[in-house]
């Protein structure tokens, strides 16, 4: 009897334990999973949000001559497009990767192949890795000091600016690729009788190919979208210009010219130019992606 | 082929030597030429930081010496009378950094542990995570223009309201807000900068020893109890370093702060009313610049730079004593 009466209130703790405390750390959790997966959704709508608007807006005013005419439309008149723009921007990104490209990739052979573990690659590496956040404008105002000041604004000195930005981006994504290439068919180059040289232009570079392409097309794809470093290296130009030299319109600078003037006609082309800036890095992304995909298999 | 009629276990033929040094010395030239090229762009790859320093602060000089330190308490940027000073910009840029911090902390964290956790199965996390890094890609300009042309009018509404009933809190305060705003460049740079967390986070956590995660488990927490007490702790290094990176984007941010933070020069404590940050100064302000103007504009990049610097070595630094500590 006296044990039954010492068992009863024990079994009554028990059931207030599971009753008080168990319920709190399942409601809290349930409460951070929500709060968590709010977080997520917060992020997802930002980003639908952003694209619809883009897409919508864009789409209105986007045509065929708006791609092609060469010349911003003057206030007030209704001819124009961005052609111009197009080439602008293609004239220096061009010029950015031929500066940073050949050379991005020579130094991120040395990172990997020839200078690993030395002083050096770790001191290049983390000044990378350090330049990678440097702002991009500053990439501009290095660029207006260098060249901008001697000879003016021009196509070639937005080049160097994207160059400096593009650098970086360059190197790292090379070193991380050439990484990927198995140790083995390095020591096989070298057993048949090839030189540093020859086994890694023939054996190590063509293997880290195709990831060395991706990192080159999301730099690309980084650069291409950037207003900052070109609003006084390439400037402006209202009027089709191929000179290398000269100032030349490019897209970014004109989504950010057109988008805080108040003529309508002018707004509209930000929104269509804003659209092709997105379609340009979001199927850049997209071709990363799908290298990346064929890598790995 | 000679090599082949001497066979084995006779004297080598000096003729032989002469051929093969003939034919390796041009690739050996090649081969040692090719090394040495590679190293010269590598340590050229790794001045170039100290030349962008180096040559800034070189154009940043006259108002360097005109203005000294002044420059940074000085609250005015008159090119009439050449007098100026970055404090408001300064303000400017370390306030949106910050709110767009506290924004973006929570958002980059609790999606990294939404992603990682096993909260969702992989044919959610995969399109999820392919959409945070389109986030990443979208240029800042395009974010700028949807700022103006849609973030603004769709949030005044709110801010007035707040504006209205919690004006006596001095961030909330001013005259009814119209838009442009400390704000809303805060709230875009929130977006842009989360998915910088989101990743270096996400990473952190994946490259955590299971068993850590696993002990938690077996001892009887609950799954969000090991991420609270074992993962957080754990991979702390990692979510801080993503946090500093995560601040040295947002300072440095030019776009999206020209755009849309409306380029008043004064200090408003209040985060509703325009402001203007260091970013957004250079960009509007270069275009009409004289002399003197365009040193003082290098000037305020180098601030800049000083900042973004610091910042982002404590996160190298960070990061590199995370990777040792693995090792």
């Known amino acids: ?297 | 082929m000679t090599s082949a009629a001497t066979g084995y276990g006779s004297p080598p033929n000096p003729d032989i030597d002469v051929d093969i040094e003939k034919k390796a010395s041009p690739s050996r030239a090649v081969d040692v030429g090719f090394v040495r090229l590679t190293l010269a762009l590598a340590g050229f790859a790794g001045i170039i930081l100290i030349w962008v320093i180096l040559q800034t602060t070189e154009a940043a000089l006259p108002a360097i010496q005109q203005f000294g330190l002044g420059f940074l308490v000085t609250a005015r940027w008159n090119p009439v009378e050449n007098i100026y000073g970055v404090l408001p910009q300064i303000y400017g840029s370390l306030m949106t950094s910050l709110v767009a911090l506290i924004f973006a902390i929570p958002l980059g964290i609790g999606t990294a542990i939404f992603l990682t956790e096993g909260f969702a199965p992989k044919w959610v996390t995969a399109p999820i995570g392919f959409a945070i890094e389109l986030i990443v890609a979208i240029p800042s300009v395009v974010l700028g223009l949807w700022g103006i042309f849609v973030l603004i009018p769709a949030v005044r509404p709110i801010f007035r309201a707040i504006n209205q009933t919690l004006g006596w809190i001095p961030f909330f305060g001013g005259p009814a807000p119209r838009g442009p705003s400390l704000l809303i460049v805060a709230m875009v740079l929130g977006i842009m900068i989360s998915p910088i967390i989101i990743s270096i986070t996400r990473s952190t956590f994946e490259s955590l020893p299971r068993s850590l995660k696993e002990g938690a488990l077996a001892l009887g927490a609950t799954r969000w109890e090991t991420i609270l007490t074992v993962m957080i702790p754990a991979g702390l290094s990692g979510i801080v370093s993503s946090i500093m990176l995560a601040l040295g984007r947002a300072l440095g941010e030019t776009m999206v702060a020209a755009m849309l933070s409306g380029n008043a020069n004064r200090i408003n404590i209040s985060l509703m009313q325009p402001g203007s940050t260091i970013t957004a100064l250079i960009a509007s302000q270069f275009g009409e610049a004289g002399r003197l103007q365009v040193s003082a504009l290098m000037y305020a990049g180098v601030v800049l730079m000083v900042l973004t610097l610091l910042v982002n070595i404590v996160a190298e630094i960070i990061i590199r004593k995370f990777q040792n500590l693995e090792q």
Not at chain 1, 30 to 39: A, D, K, M, R, Y
Not at chain 1, 209 to 223: C, K, N, S, Y
Not at chain 1, 254 to 267: C, G, K
Request: proline residues 5%; positive net charge; glycine residues 8%.
């Open chain 1, 1 to 297: 009897m006296s044990d039954s009466a010492q068992l009863a209130p024990e079994k009554v703790d028990i059931d207030i334990t599971r009753a008080a405390i168990a319920p709190v750390r399942n409601y809290t959790g349930i409460v951070l999973t929500l709060l968590s997966g709010l977080f997520v959704a917060v992020i997802i709508a930002s980003l639908s949000w952003v694209l619809w608007d883009v897409g919508k807006e864009g789409i209105q005013r986007i045509s065929w001559d708006v791609l092609t005419q060469t010349r911003y439309p003057a206030p007030g008149l209704t001819e124009g497009g961005f052609g111009h723009a197009i080439v602008g921007s293609l004239m220096v990104l061009a010029t950015g990767a031929a500066l940073s490209f050949p050379f991005g990739i020579l130094a991120a052979v040395y990172l990997s192949e020839f200078g690993r573990g030395t002083r050096l690659a770790y001191l290049v590496k983390f000044s990378c890795n350090v330049l990678t956040g440097v702002p991009a404008i500053l990439c501009g105002l290095f660029a207006y000091a260098v060249v901008v000041r001697g000879s003016g604004f021009s196509a070639f000195s937005g080049g160097v600016a994207l160059g400096v930005l593009m650098l970086p981006i360059v190197i790292r994504s090379t070193e991380e690729a050439l990484l990927l290439v198995s140790p083995d068919m390095r020591l096989a180059s070298i057993g048949l009788g090839s030189t540093r040289f020859q086994t890694t232009m023939r054996v190590v570079l063509p293997a880290a190919a195709p990831a060395i392409v991706t990192g080159l097309i999301l730099a690309l794809a980084r650069a291409a979208g950037e207003a900052a470093p070109l609003l006084f290296t390439a400037f402006n130009n209202n009027f089709w210009s191929t000179n290398l030299f000269g100032p030349v319109a490019t897209l970014p600078v004109m989504v950010y010219f057109f988008s805080i003037i108040p003529f309508r006609l002018q707004q509209e082309l930000a929104w269509a130019g804003a659209l092709v800036l997105l379609a340009i890095v979001l199927a850049a992304s997209l071709i990363a992606r799908f290298l990346v995909h064929r890598t790995r298999r």
